[in-house]
């Protein structure tokens, strides 16, 4: 007789409120701070970028945010989302752990982007806003937001680091095929482009570039937005409805995990599938381990420093108090392009500091390992993102194993890596290294922080 | 209030039998000749190629054949699939019309060919075969049995389209993910390949050379076997568990298809969507149309000619009874490449030949047309296969629109089209164009066919 392999819920039973980790925290985050005055920045300081009720979101200390019957009615074209217990991969691993996976990768866009793609360009939307501007690393944000633009009647800019607009053209073409504005950046539509095409005309990009000439265009023009896809609480938020929905499903499956496991880039997948699990373990005393799982080539959880710092590289963002590599600090090339992010979230950087989650790296190699091992056994190919979190599940199973102990683990299987395929195959042709990052590097980043803490 | 989108069997909901349409059928097919003998192939015939069991589902008269559990095992990794109610297309078509869509994208492989891949290679597999060897064009054959190869342990060595193997690389590297040999095909490995290099050693490869050089490994080979994944009687069989299912999902949403509409290749996605509904007709009076939905680049239900022809190019195959276009004519370079085929097989073409089925052309343009406004509406990108199912979709909503009557659409969305995202961004900007074929291309290449009918 077989075991269940999916619990699924209905859609009347899809979760309708969001979980607000604020309200719970015993310590909350340290205030972010203007650019220029160091102080506290207020919501007029933000009405330019963001909608007021995102603004409102951003410093909300209620428990539950109900999520607008809008918002549902297209989160219901993916969700809820499926949890599959792993038992292909626990036979090849031949071990007593159990492993879960909740699955993200079957949104439109291939991942959780759009938890919060919709609800940002929903609350746009209803305050009137014509356009949306963003920017995007390998695309994974961009086509996110780009299909929730066009669903609300709002054009969508999407400015794409060159480099990857110019070697990853499949998810510009997602874009476009949504209906967005997908342009190389830099570019010479803004003053920032102009300004970095002016010293260097064969400026490959990055990411600190494309937000400053996304939020220019957005601080420029009344009737446009800027929006964001991690590390904001707003955002975090808004992915929430992952863990609200895998409780309900370990309960199904008559189980619930003695570890819950998040690869980490800006935070949100992370906070995505813990923050309803750490609402357990300090209401309910429950004792589940939550854990971030960074790469070892971006270690800002395991091996940064808690500070004050800037969300982009050149210095426009307020100042956020996170665990921090130092902003302008340029991550190794990895093939896990949304984990390539020098700083992690107020949030999750507070819990960290408080003991209520705990961090670990792994390095490239193994997690495109755990990546292939997974596509082998279980059929679905993983974001190189989300094999972090395989690989340290893996390592969980492994131990348990040694142990001879039982073990219910759950990891957010955050997107698939059909598009990242090309990285695949490298990696089986022995063309992936890891990068060993050294702490002379990161002392001589970090030591450049103005030290407000 | 919101309607439910989305209609979703549980595991112990999933049929436990295929549909064999044979047992229903008014007229059976004519037997498939020896190409040498001209006559009718026997079992021993075909099995230095295929192990017994399927070559006993290839001629059975049972009504309903039993899925073995160990393949609805692994069926349950993505089954059943949703049934999707498509209310923002229906929206944006401003349609009395329903329109509901079969959704076999979510599927490991991204299509509907793991249905038929896992127990072609459970079946080798229960037979001490070790080795299976496929030809592939675009890889979405090929990606789906390498997956299931792997999963029984045995090899899989897939014969790729030289020129996709080159222009195409993501489902190479996704069946090199799944542990498979791919070679680009005409190859040295075989005499077929080593005769068509003497010739042309920059041949860039046809379907037909593939299965030439597939057909000759396993025909040489005790240990090996040959796997198809279309046109053949038992491929169409395992593909029923669509409709099957479909069928109890359009009941847990209280309505019936008048219309069923599937993509037409070699005919195993449209088999999947339309038998159990053909029953339903034949068995319990139900008049619900059922449609096949071909390119008009390669209309061979629509204006190919009823006759014995070869199910390859080369000749080496049985003779099949089948609506063709000649077995030597190339389609043209559509970008649906699982529709660019000369024949249908035997069961569709007698189903046609009876007025069971009807069958429509679409031009390349309007699928295209049609698989944007699913994406920007449904949010799936839609395969180019599928997009065609879409088009005729949307004509028969539109024609629901200007009678001002209701009209219930049920269409198979076959595969999703992220792979193929370079094709709509040619589309998108202005790339793409449609072919038409003349009659006297039609006359030429049938003419040629011996008359054996």
């Not at 009615?73 to 879960?100: C, G, H, M, N, V």
């Not at 299909?147 to 998810?171: D, L, N, T, W």
């Given at each position: 007789?077989?075991k269940?392999?999916?619990?699924?819920?209905?859609?009347?039973?899809?979760?309708?409120?969001?979980?607000?980790?604020?309200?719970?925290?015993?310590?909350?985050?340290?205030?972010p701070?203007?650019?220029?005055?160091?102080?506290?920045?207020?919501?007029?300081?933000?009405?330019?970028?963001?909608?007021?009720?995102?603004?409102?979101?951003?410093?909300?200390?209620?428990?539950?945010?109900?999520?607008?019957?809008?918002?549902?009615?297209?989160?219901?074209?993916?969700?809820?989302?499926?949890?599959?217990?792993?038992?292909?991969?626990?036979?090849?691993?031949?071990?007593?752990?159990?492993?879960?996976?909740?699955?993200?990768?079957?949104?439109?866009?291939?991942?959780?982007?759009?938890?919060?793609?919709?609800?940002?360009?929903?609350?746009?939307?209803?305050?009137?806003?014509?356009?949306?501007?963003?920017?995007?690393?390998?695309?994974?944000?961009?086509?996110?937001?780009?299909?929730?633009?066009?669903?609300?009647?709002?054009?969508?800019?999407?400015?794409m680091?060159?480099?990857?607009?110019?070697?990853?053209?499949?998810?510009k073409?997602?874009?476009?095929?949504?209906?967005?504005?997908?342009?190389?950046?830099?570019s010479?539509?803004?003053?920032?482009?102009?300004?970095?095409?002016?010293?260097?005309?064969?400026?490959?990009?990055?990411?600190?570039?494309?937000?400053?000439?996304?939020?220019?265009?957005?601080?420029?023009?009344?009737?446009?937005?800027?929006?964001?896809?991690?590390?904001?609480?707003?955002?975090?938020?808004?992915?929430?409805i992952?863990?609200?929905?895998?409780?309900?499903?370990?309960?199904?499956?008559?189980?619930?995990?003695?570890?819950?496991?998040?690869?980490?880039?800006?935070?949100?997948?992370?906070?995505?599938?813990s923050?309803?699990?750490?609402?357990?373990?300090l209401?309910k005393?429950?004792?589940?381990?939550?854990?971030?799982v960074?790469?070892?080539?971006?270690?800002?959880?395991?091996?940064?420093?808690?500070?004050?710092?800037?969300?982009?590289?050149?210095?426009m963002?307020?100042?956020?108090?996170?665990?921090?590599?130092?902003?302008?600090?340029?991550?190794?090339?990895?093939?896990?392009?949304g984990?390539?992010?020098?700083g992690?979230?107020a949030?999750?950087?507070?819990?960290?500091?408080?003991?209520l989650?705990?961090?670990?790296?792994?390095?490239?190699?193994?997690?495109?390992?755990?990546?292939?091992?997974?596509?082998?056994?279980?059929?679905?190919?993983?974001?190189?993102?989300?094999?972090?979190a395989?690989?340290?599940?893996?390592?969980e199973?492994?131990?348990?194993?040694?142990?001879?102990?039982?073990?219910?683990?759950?990891?957010?299987?955050?997107?698939?890596?059909?598009?990242?395929?090309?990285?695949?195959?490298?990696?089986?042709?022995?063309?992936?290294?890891?990068?060993?990052?050294?702490?002379?590097?990161?002392?001589?980043?970090?030591?450049?922080?103005?030290?407000?803490?």
């Amino acid at each position: 007789m077989s075991k269940t392999k999916k619990f699924i819920l209905n859609e009347n039973e899809m979760p309708t409120h969001w979980y607000n980790i604020m309200a719970d925290m015993p310590n909350k985050p340290l205030p972010p701070l203007h650019p220029g005055t160091k102080q506290p920045v207020g919501p007029q300081d933000l009405a330019p970028l963001f909608p007021m009720e995102l603004i409102k979101q951003e410093v909300s200390m209620e428990q539950y945010i109900e999520i607008p019957e809008e918002v549902r009615d297209i989160y219901r074209l993916w969700r809820p989302s499926p949890l599959y217990r792993a038992f292909q991969l626990e036979k090849a691993l031949d071990t007593p752990a159990k492993i879960y996976y909740k699955y993200e990768g079957g949104s439109y866009a291939g991942s959780h982007k759009p938890n919060t793609a919709i609800p940002q360009a929903y609350y746009n939307y209803k305050e009137g806003v014509k356009k949306i501007t963003t920017e995007t690393g390998a695309g994974q944000w961009g086509s996110a937001l780009s299909y929730a633009c066009h669903h609300f009647g709002m054009q969508c800019q999407v400015y794409m680091v060159k480099i990857s607009y110019e070697q990853k053209p499949y998810r510009k073409f997602l874009m476009n095929t949504w209906g967005a504005e997908v342009i190389a950046s830099p570019s010479m539509l803004t003053n920032a482009g102009r300004q970095i095409l002016a010293k260097d005309p064969n400026s490959p990009g990055s990411l600190g570039i494309a937000i400053s000439e996304a939020v220019e265009v957005a601080a420029m023009n009344d009737d446009t937005k800027y929006s964001l896809g991690s590390v904001l609480n707003h955002v975090l938020l808004h992915q929430t409805i992952i863990g609200e929905e895998s409780l309900k499903q370990m309960a199904m499956a008559g189980d619930y995990p003695d570890v819950v496991l998040g690869c980490f880039g800006g935070g949100s997948n992370f906070a995505g599938i813990s923050f309803s699990f750490i609402r357990e373990n300090l209401l309910k005393g429950k004792k589940t381990r939550i854990v971030a799982v960074e790469p070892a080539s971006c270690p800002k959880l395991t091996r940064g420093v808690f500070q004050y710092d800037f969300g982009d590289t050149v210095g426009m963002t307020p100042l956020i108090p996170m665990y921090t590599l130092g902003h302008d600090w340029i991550p190794a090339s990895i093939h896990a392009g949304g984990l390539r992010y020098h700083g992690a979230g107020a949030i999750v950087s507070q819990l960290l500091k408080d003991k209520l989650i705990e961090a670990v790296s792994v390095r490239q190699l193994k997690t495109f390992e755990a990546g292939v091992l997974f596509a082998r056994t279980e059929g679905i190919i993983p974001a190189p993102e989300s094999s972090h979190a395989i690989a340290a599940a893996i390592h969980e199973a492994n131990l348990a194993k040694e142990e001879g102990k039982q073990r219910t683990i759950l990891i957010n299987l955050s997107g698939n890596g059909i598009i990242d395929l090309p990285s695949f195959d490298k990696y089986l042709n022995g063309g992936l290294e890891d990068y060993v990052i050294s702490d002379d590097e990161i002392a001589a980043s970090t030591s450049k922080l103005e030290k407000l803490i």
